[in-house]
């Protein structure tokens, strides 16, 4: 098979589509960079002294882990000089992170969530980094403001992930499918492993923290009960799995089809996950990809975000098996 590197397929890519620019292929490829050298790092976390937590607690109210700021570090320092951004926005900071005056600056704005599913870091399970690229309003120029970058996920103009797990693999998009990529750590590149990416419209496999059922709403409870029970058009049971890190629950959803699911519930009454770092770029992967991605009621890509860490329910996956999800929440909304 021709071994095709990640950069020559954004360059075929830029050639076929009159949006992209050399500007937004430059970003990409740094942002690709930044992804190897975290990779590169915790390949040899058990090694060095960077397992564990730093003491810190996160705008999230979360504890912060070495690697979360490590992959932060890295993400941030190269970004902030690629020239392509007038703002930045990540998990680990409370506000938007400024391009400084004295680097050049462009018209895109990059969000990301630098380490997800860091809990599972100090006993050797996956994890991942997830980023979104919106574009600013054309005509604006200085740094981006709050209301520029508050925008829905419809407008994303590329989203994707990097899932550090057995072979570190690059998923996203630009709009124009899906494709993965797995990292050669011989040649040092992304090589194209995964092209056109689709999710089966149904799967036989949900996903979700059970532990929280105990907070869950009557609606949310015959949601689970739901897969708990019905079988799969190929009468398969559903089976139930869950990583506990985002990236790596969606990239087996986006391979083999099936729900994950994070619903809101009586201790988090708007969900856990992040609007804008976590459930609209893997929306907009979903819905490249063939399948869904809802708040319970409707397209998480649909959603403006009121502040920077917005959070939301997310049910994301294979397209019938959404649709069964906002058939039920649908049923208590109308009684
Ligand atoms: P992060 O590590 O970036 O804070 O994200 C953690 C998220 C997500 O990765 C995962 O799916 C979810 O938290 C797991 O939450 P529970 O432990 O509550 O199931
Ligand atoms: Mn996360
Ligand atoms: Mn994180």
Redesign the pocket.
């Known amino acids: 098979m021709a071994e095709i590197t990640v950069t020559e397929h954004l360059l075929l890519y830029q050639k076929k589509s009159p949006h992209a620019t050399g500007m937004f292929t430059g970003l990409l490829y740094d942002l690709i960079l930044s992804a190897k050298i975290i990779s590169r790092r915790i390949a040899k976390a058990g090694l060095l002294d960077i397992l564990g937590g730093t003491g810190e607690i996160?705008v999230?109210g979360?504890n912060v882990?070495k690697l979360?700021d490590i992959a932060n570090n890295i993400l941030t320092w190269r970004m902030e000089r690629c020239g392509a951004l007038c703002a930045m926005s990540s998990?680990e900071n409370a506000e938007l992170i400024r391009i400084r005056p004295d680097f050049p600056r462009g018209d895109y704005i990059l969000i990301f969530?630098?380490?997800?599913?860091?809990?599972?870091i100090d006993v050797n399970i996956n994890?991942?980094t997830?980023f979104s690229i919106l574009r600013r309003p054309h005509g604006n120029s200085g740094d981006a403001t709050l209301e520029e970058v508050l925008q829905p996920g419809a407008n994303q103009v590329a989203a994707g992930y990097v899932l550090y797990g057995p072979s570190t693999m690059l998923v996203f998009s630009t709009g124009q499918g899906v494709h993965g990529f797995t990292l050669d750590p011989g040649v040092g590149e992304f090589l194209l492993s995964h092209p056109n990416m689709r999710i089966p419209s149904q799967g036989s496999i949900y996903s979700v923290?059970e532990?929280?059922r105990k907070n869950w709403s009557k609606a949310t409870r015959e949601v689970v009960d739901w897969f708990h029970t019905c079988r799969s058009r190929d009468g398969k049971i559903y089976s139930s799995r869950?990583?506990?890190?985002?990236?790596?629950?969606f990239h087996r959803t986006l391979v083999n089809g099936g729900i994950?699911m994070?619903p809101a519930d009586s201790a988090k009454p708007q969900g856990?996950?992040?609007l804008m770092?976590?459930a609209a770029p893997l929306a907009f992967l979903a819905e490249q990809a063939a399948g869904c991605a809802s708040d319970g009621r409707g397209r998480i890509l649909e959603r403006v975000p009121e502040q920077l860490h917005a959070r939301t329910p997310l049910f994301i996956g294979s397209a019938d098996d959404v649709a069964a999800v906002e058939r039920i929440y649908g049923k208590y909304e109308k009684s």
């Open positions: 996160n999230q979360e882990q979360d998990e969530d630098p380490l997800d599913g860091s809990s599972n994890v991942g997830i923290n532990g929280n869950y990583v506990g890190a985002l990236v790596a629950d994950y994070y856990k996950l992040r770092c976590e």
